[in-house]
């Protein structure tokens, strides 16, 4: 049964330690961006998704959720619309190095980068291996909710291959935030994927004439709320396995590799 979320924001000194205590010292990061999703939606649809579901999965599962991140690297979607706020990769790695190491201190022993912007993955990636090189202890999970399950991934790539501001992101808004949607623009906001085939990553600028790749017209509410179902209920399940995951061995990252018998 889901209860209130725990907000890291919410809590004193005093109360965070038992928080991490009763959640095997996890954490959730909800990590979002802040840019262009076409004529028909909000420029803060990815941190108010990553925010909702990490809200929704603290509630099942305990899980303290540390304050959203709602700027990430969008340096993808150019200056040709206004709304983008975007951090250069070598900074979102090093912020995000620095929330970690910080959460750490403070008790965190197992991360969950929850991340709902595509572009965020390689300056995540680069700060979970950041994080797990410097704390022996740490163990960090990269989560993309667009792809936390099959069935979720296939809602999402549904009309586009390099979707977005698609069908499966207004649908979503649609159910958990309609003040983010403009209903009157969305039945002209399709626009094709134009990336098939081709060599090279080029920036939106060059493969959407409005910033949407998909088809946002063939959204409906009712999808939107299954989808977010699914989404919250095949994290909650991947958290609460992390929960009692441990390395498969228990070698130490700086320890000299000393051959034993069977090691």
Request: hydrophobic content about 45%.
């Amino acid at each position: 049964m889901d209860s209130a979320p725990v907000l890291w924001s919410e809590r004193t000194w005093e109360e965070i330690p038992p928080a991490l205590a009763g959640a095997a010292h996890a954490a959730l990061l909800p990590v979002g961006a802040t840019e262009q999703h076409g004529p028909h939606l909000g420029c803060g649809m990815d941190f108010v998704l990553a925010e909702t579901v990490c809200r929704a999965v603290s509630g099942r599962t305990g899980v303290p959720m540390l304050p959203s991140l709602p700027y990430g690297c969008s340096l993808g979607h150019s200056r040709r619309w206004p709304g983008t706020i975007a951090l250069d990769p070598l900074l979102m790695t090093e912020l995000v190095r620095q929330i970690g190491t910080q959460a750490y201190h403070s008790g965190v022993r197992r991360l969950f980068l929850v991340n709902a912007h595509v572009t965020n993955v390689a300056p995540l990636r680069c700060a979970l291996e950041l994080l797990r090189a410097t704390h022996d202890d740490l163990m960090v999970a990269l989560v993309n909710t667009a792809t936390v399950s099959e069935r979720v991934r296939a809602a999402h790539f549904a009309d586009a291959e390099d979707w977005h501001a698609n069908r499966a992101e207004t649908a979503l808004m649609q159910a958990l935030a309609p003040d983010l949607v403009r209903a009157g623009r969305i039945a002209d906001a399709d626009d094709p994927d134009r990336t098939a085939g081709l060599v090279f990553a080029h920036p939106v600028n060059r493969t959407s004439r409005n910033g949407v790749t998909g088809c946002p017209s063939q959204a409906s509410p009712a999808e939107g709320a299954e989808l977010f179902a699914w989404m919250v209920e095949d994290l909650a399940a991947l958290v609460r396995r992390g929960l009692g995951e441990t390395p498969p061995l228990p070698h130490s990252y700086d320890g000299p590799a000393v051959p034993t018998e069977g090691a």
